[in-house]
């Protein structure tokens, strides 16, 4: 029997993507994948080739520094709606863009990513305090008035451990932002199975608004605020997620050769009706 990381409970078989079964809790709605995770499932997934080659990651991560960078910028405006600027612990740092953009609305602090490349790349172009190693394995030697995780939770390996970090690394009235994934959107039940973000092994939880309150409310925060990011993505981004995704289906391989003919370093509006941020306080 499968049980649900989150709550330990039953989970029943769901369906199953690119060879991985994914899964649902029967207690508290989550659905996962349903395999053994640990921090080398992190290393291996997160190495230098899901930032620089393509296929479910980042044809070149470091292309997208300015729309990153922006939208660290539109959280850093968005969290003075409820709090003045103060420190921040960016999770899932990578080359610290989006810390940058946070501190370019006078946010400061540090961030953690496990990709060394990554992170060297952040130290010596920004000179940001970035630190290698898995949210779940790190000790703050200090609190922050805000823990940042944009597009993180839907891949940690144990979510249980990383919202205990959190909660640990924040003051006692601390902010916590989160942008992920909202699996209950409309787009990702008309596409069921299809739905892009069902994309294992690098996305290994779904979440919705209203399934993360509800684990959140359990560990000691409240729910502030939700709403839309708005994300834009280089078009060398697109193609190459799009080239993942059609390559495993006959009548895709046709689309990709007209497909590259698509410079790479054009912006592109993601229609974000399948994402979601909130924020939560802790008590």
């Known amino acids: 029997m499968t049980v649900c990381p989150l709550c330990n409970r039953p989970s029943q078989f769901a369906f199953e993507k690119y060879g991985y079964p994914i899964h649902d809790c029967n207690d508290c709605g989550h659905r996962f994948c349903g395999i053994d995770l640990t921090v080398e499932h992190v290393n291996r997934v997160y190495n230098d080739n899901y930032f620089l080659e393509g296929g479910a990651g980042y044809k070149d991560y470091t292309a997208e520094a300015g729309l990153l960078i922006g939208h660290g910028e539109f959280y850093g405006n968005i969290m003075k709606q409820y709090t003045q600027p103060g420190t921040v612990l960016d999770i899932g740092a990578a080359a610290g863009f989006i810390l940058q953009g946070l501190h370019n609305t006078g946010w400061t602090g540090d961030g953690i990513e496990p990709n060394q490349t990554m992170v060297a790349y952040g130290r010596e172009e920004f000179g940001l305090n970035l630190t290698t190693g898995s949210f779940e394995d790190f000790a703050p030697a200090k609190t922050y008035d805000l823990v940042n995780m944009i597009q993180v939770v839907a891949h940690f390996y144990d979510f ?19 942008e992920t994934w909202d699996f209950h959107s409309w787009i990702a039940r008309l596409l069921g199975e299809n739905w892009h973000e069902y994309s294992p092994p690098g996305v290994v939880h779904w979440f919705s608004e209203e399934t993360l309150t509800d684990q959140l409310e359990k560990r000691g925060y409240r729910h502030i605020a939700s709403g839309k990011p708005k994300k834009y993505l280089k078009s060398g981004h697109a193609k190459s997620l799009l080239e993942y995704t059609l390559a495993k289906r006959t009548l895709g391989r046709f689309l990709i050769p007209p497909m590259n003919l698509i410079p790479d370093n054009i912006t592109i509006p993601y229609p974000t009706f399948d994402l979601f941020w909130s924020l939560y306080q802790k008590k």
């Open 160 to 178: 249980n451990r990383a919202m205990q970090t959190a909660y640990n690394a924040l003051n006692s009235d601390g902010y916590l932002l989160i």
